[in-house]
DNA sequence: TGCGATTAAATCGTGTGCGATTTATATTTC
DNA sequence: GAAATATAAATCGCACACGATTTAATCGCA
C-alpha cells in the first residue's frame, strides 16, 4: 500500500461521492418527508405507476428485503398503496396515492438544486453520469 | 419528469455503481473477514497507525457515531487496538495488533480483482477516480 | 484559579442494504 | 391432477450511516 491508497481508489471515490450526494439530498427531501431511496422509489413510480417490487427492483438494483419494509413506510405515510396482483397473487403492485401524486409538484425543484450543488455544467454531469453507469454495468456484468 | 429520468441521473449511477461496487467487494473480502467499510479503516490504518476516531473519520468522511461501532467489531476480531491518547484523553487512538497486520499480506490481491472487475483500462480508472473525487469535493463544499 | 465553552467519543434511534430463510402462489412434469 | 419445482414477497439478523444527544476531558479567559 503506497501513500493515499484511499485517495487514488476508484471504488473509494464511488463510496464517498454517494456519501456526499446523501447529505445533500438529506436536507433537500427533508421537506418532502423522504430519504434518498424512497425518493427514487417516488421518481420510478412518478415515471411507471402499478409496478411490481421485482420491477421496482430491477429499475433500483434493489430487492425485496429491502424495498418491503421501505415501501411499507411509504405506505405508512399515505404515499402509496400496495396490493396483490389479482391475475398473479405473488406479485404485489406499488401504486401512487392523490397524495404521492401531488408530491410530484413540491419534488419539482429537486433536480435543479442538486445540479447546483455538484458544481457541474450539464455537459459535464451528462459525461460523468454515462462513465459512471457504464463502470456500474461492468461491475454487474 | 420525462421517460427514464432514474437512468440518466447522475446521483442514481453513483449510487447504483457504489451497491455494486459493495456486491463485488463483498466475495473478495469475505475471506478477510472485513465488511467493505472495515476494509477502508484497515486500508487507512495500514497506511498511518495509531490515527485517532476523528482522524480516520477526516480521511473516510466518517463520524464517531458510524466509526466507533465499527472499530469496536474490527476490535473483537482481533484486528486493531482502541486507547485513549495519554496525552488527551477526550482522543482515541486505533492502532493495529500484529493479526492486523499481517491482513495486509492477504488483502494485496484485492485492488487486482477489483480493477478487473470495472472492466476499465488503469488510465480510464485513474481518470474516473479524479473526477467522481472533484464531484464529491464539490458537494462536500 | 475556576468555570463556561469547546472538543472527542460514545450512545441512541431510525432507515437502509443484503445474505439466508420462510411463506404463499403459480408452473411444470409426470 | 397431484407432486415437484420455480417464482415473488416477506421475514430475520447483522452491519453500516447519520441526526441528535450525552459523557468526559481540555481549553480559554476573566
Known amino acids: 500500500m503506497g501513500p493515499a ?3 487514488q481508489s476508484l471504488c473509494f471515490a464511488v463510496y ?32 411507471a405507476e402499478g409496478q411490481s417490487v421485482s420491477e421496482l427492483g430491477e429499475h433500483l438494483f434493489l430487492e425485496s ?7 411499507k413506510r411509504l405506505e405508512v405515510a399515505g404515499l402509496i398503496t400496495r396490493a396483490r396482483d389479482k391475475a398473479d397473487e ?6 401512487l396515492t392523490e397524495k404521492g401524486r401531488r408530491l410530484l409538484a413540491e419534488a419539482a425543484c ?5 445540479l447546483q450543488a455538484t458544481g457541474l455544467t450539464v455537459e459535464q454531469l451528462r459525461q460523468l453520469q454515462r462513465a459512471i453507469a457504464g463502470l456500474r454495468d461492468n461491475l454487474r456484468a
Chains 1, 2 share one sequence.
Not at 436536507?27 to 425518493?39: D, K, N, R
Open 5 to 7: 491508497v484511499l485517495d
Open 110 to 114: 429537486v433536480p435543479g438544486q442538486i
Open 65 to 71: 428485503n429491502t424495498l418491503t419494509p421501505l415501501l
Open 16 to 47: 464517498s461521492a454517494g456519501l456526499a450526494f446523501n447529505r445533500v439530498y438529506k436536507p433537500i427531501l427533508e421537506p418532502l418527508g423522504l430519504t434518498y431511496p424512497q425518493y427514487l422509489v417516488m421518481v420510478a413510480l412518478w415515471e
Open 90 to 95: 405473488r406479485q404485489v403492485r406499488v401504486s
